[in-house]
């Protein structure tokens, strides 16, 4: 039977990978690695806690080892390095490309780091320094720093005919870069034309419109100009526009991946790193953070609710009614922040479409908002039987669900000129503002209305 | 000035465009268009409200219409679909591949469908027909239909030579497939490969191990596995294992960007479709859906209060604590939640794994549940002074939060089981969970130790 078909999806290759280590079948585990390769093996490693995961290690068979290391979270990566030795590690990253030795040795300890540089190739160790003397979020950090240059005036044929006497372009290369002696680029050339056109024409005939990357911008505005262009891959230039590198489709389909879920981690109050295997006291700690900031904004909604003692104390329905204020508001004012922070992710948000964003979530606030209010408002009435209670309440829903959506906007609007990451801490603050709002509007009109 | 260094990030080159907007600066709109490509242009116009938008239409160049009709959001697709005659459609789609013209002709009606079905090549026509009878969501949809295919035996510059003669290759090609006369896949060779090796040497030689996806295969399954193997394209066959297309890199990254937005989107109770310039009735409409569904599990919220009604009418510092309880508890799910939807979607959960994840869960649910119910406990004793209060809101923290957590693993797989997306109604169903849990053990814990 094919390999493919044993398991058709990433579930059941882990199912039958359990299997045999319930089974205690280290022979199956053998072939089952053997047969596998680096970015499958690294995704099987990531599925375990890490006993287990440090038990699979030694069923890595040893050529792949340093590109799995290279693959897998950063977190698990640095755990394996810790208990690597330094002869260890020398030997796994013997063969690997610049970047990938640059990942492993990004986690390792100065030292490690240090003995493991003096065993490097001249050439990998200067394109590892190079890479590691960049910040950790710019494009210089995550490029190929090997490209295919060739100068302008040479036949498709010369070009063709050089790159297989020298056995240049990698399993990443796409296309040829074009450049003056400076090393100043002046244009691309893709692999399919070098193939496609005919061989006596030279390479300035075929040169692309070519859009070019800044070493020192950030990879995940790279990432979101690669995504939005469908760009394969884009050459990098420093600062003086000699070129330097090129930015790949493959590492860019990670960060678009680890770019949207940041979003969405940062929004539920968990940080970038936590996976579903990071062990239990780290991901404890990490929680505990948030769930103290989010404890000092619920004190707060609370101080508002001691505010009205008075009238609590007299109308019993009140206490019972609250958590649907605050709710339909949270509900409303969070739909709107997702939104807003998405469109704020993909650029879509500057100048006049603000304004028109305002007027729509107003709308939309306003237009839910009396919906909803006038259900609750039927529903309480039939509850209770009270009139005032059914007006305070109709109101408050009203009034909270009109914020909440205005405060959606604003709220990721102010923090990004604040230069706050709007995922992080914008839900927080969202929910603290209608919960105030929420409380303050209901037991502040049922003080006014009904005491 | 060079175009690049205009506008350095989609922002600017909004509010570029924005500014020739207000100023009415026709001629600088149509020099933007003009040097803008269809990808640009499409990100651009799904950046404005409907009615800017269609005023913008008429600046792009005439020969990227299509390209650009067939990036933007399917929502304005099909809004601006709607508004062309039948001969614009007809002029708009000759010259676009395959895939594209399927993208416009899904949002057109029926009758305007066959009548441009008719003015196409019977090339194109039988490839996007074929295409349009997949289902939505599997690979068969998505791939690109041509490839370049040829028989083994042959030399590397036998191959060139066809491709040279039969003007093959497109721009997103970037391997050759090796077929036997069945059109049965034998291999593939890269074009890297096809250019770097000695030229006399047959394909046989080079041909790469190869991951093939069935045609029926989920969209979204293909693109978890592309992205895990780091593959830039792979080729698709049939049930009979036959070549029938290849899906790329640049497909996928859309796809996987729209997976991790739905993911969130589908938390916040927001529908897939909806973006910042979506109109207000259709978002108005999409939202309602969600408080309404939201509105239910407030109400029984309510209910749980309502129980405790005499508790509530004689200590008032209950209802003022209230709210505390049911945050903490809903913090703490939904950040197990989010962490466990997570690793579902990347299939890192399966047989033992779960055990040793409920485990995680209950450990870190309890052992933040103790250090919070703590701290909110010694501040309830500081605002209120009563023993018996101070009590009841810390053993409740306690219960609710951890089993806040568990609820967080055991909801999303429970769920999965019975096939609904655990993003879409995870978040409703552990909010109610943590809701009833905290108001029933705070309200209930107050019944029996303090009355």
Same mark, same amino acid.
């Given at each position: ?13 882990? %199912? ?19 047969? *596998? ?7 099987? /490693? ?9 038990? %699979? ?6 050529? %792949? ?8 979270? !950063? ?6 390095? #810790? ?8 030997? *796994? ?44 979020? @710019? ?10 240059? @060739? ?16 056995? /240049? *372009? ?29 061989? !006596?024409?030279?390479?300035? #005939? ?21 995504? =939005?262009? !469908? ?10 526009? $000699? ?20 979003? $969405? ?25 948030? %769930? ?11 101080? @508002? ?64 908002? /009396? ?14 039987? !009270? ?15 009109? $914020? ?20 992080? =801490? ?21 003080? @006014?209305?009904?005491?």
């Amino acid at each position: 039977m094919d390999e493919e078909e044993k398991y058709t999806n990433a579930e059941e290759q882990l %199912l039958y990978l359990q299997q045999r280590l319930d089974d205690d079948d280290t022979e199956a585990l053998s072939a089952l690695f053997n047969e *596998l390769d680096a970015w499958d093996i690294a995704r099987l /490693l990531e599925s375990f806690p890490a006993k287990t995961r440090n038990l %699979l290690w030694a069923y890595i068979p040893e050529t %792949l080892l340093g590109e799995v290391l290279a693959s897998v979270d !950063e977190d698990i990566r640095a755990d394996y390095v #810790e208990d690597l030795s330094v002869s260890d590690i020398e030997n *796994l990253v013997r063969g690997l490309d610049a970047q990938d030795v640059a990942e492993v040795l990004e986690v390792a300890d100065e030292d490690v780091k240090t003995t493991v540089y003096a065993s490097l190739d001249d050439n990998i160790r200067a394109q590892v320094e190079n890479l590691h003397a960049y910040e950790e979020d @710019v494009v210089g950090r995550y490029m190929d720093p090997e490209t295919v240059n @060739v100068k302008q005036g040479v036949s498709l044929e010369a070009v063709q005919r050089y790159i297989r006497i020298h056995h /240049l *372009l990698d399993e990443e290369s796409q296309q040829i870069m074009v450049t003056d002696k400076d090393k100043r680029l002046l244009g691309t050339v893709t692999l399919i034309d070098l193939i496609k056109q005919p061989q !006596e024409a030279i390479v300035d #005939e075929f040169m692309d419109d070519f859009f070019t990357l800044n070493d020192q911008m950030k990879i995940s505005d790279a990432a979101t100009l690669l995504r =939005s262009k !469908e760009l394969p891959f884009a050459p990098v230039c420093d600062s003086d526009g $000699l070129l330097v590198g090129q930015l790949n489709t493959a590492d860019v389909l990670e960060i678009t991946q680890d770019d949207a879920d940041m979003t $969405l981690k940062h929004m539920s109050g968990v940080s970038d790193e936590e996976e579903v295997f990071t062990p239990i006291v780290r991901s404890a700690k990490s929680r505990g953070i948030w %769930l103290g900031i989010n404890l000092m904004t619920a004190f707060l909604a609370a101080f @508002v609710i001691g505010q009205f003692e008075a009238v609590l104390d007299q109308i019993v329905a009140l206490a019972i009614l609250m958590p649907v204020v605050a709710s339909m508001g949270g509900i409303a004012g969070s739909q709107t922040l997702t939104v807003v922070i998405r469109g704020l992710a993909l650029g879509q948000l500057a100048g006049n479409n603000k304004r028109w964003l305002y007027n729509k979530e107003l709308w939309v606030g306003m237009s839910n908002g /009396l919906v909803w209010a006038l259900v609750v408002g039927a529903i309480s009435y039939l509850w209770f039987g !009270e009139m005032l209670i059914t007006l305070v309440i109709t109101l408050a829903i009203f009034i909270n669900m009109s $914020l909440a959506n205005l405060s959606g906007v604003l709220i990721p609007l102010i923090l990004k000129r604040l230069s706050i990451d709007p995922a992080l =801490s914008g839900a927080v603050i969202l929910t603290t503002v209608t919960d105030v709002v929420g409380f303050l509007s209901f037991l502040g009109l049922a003080t @006014v209305i009904i005491l």
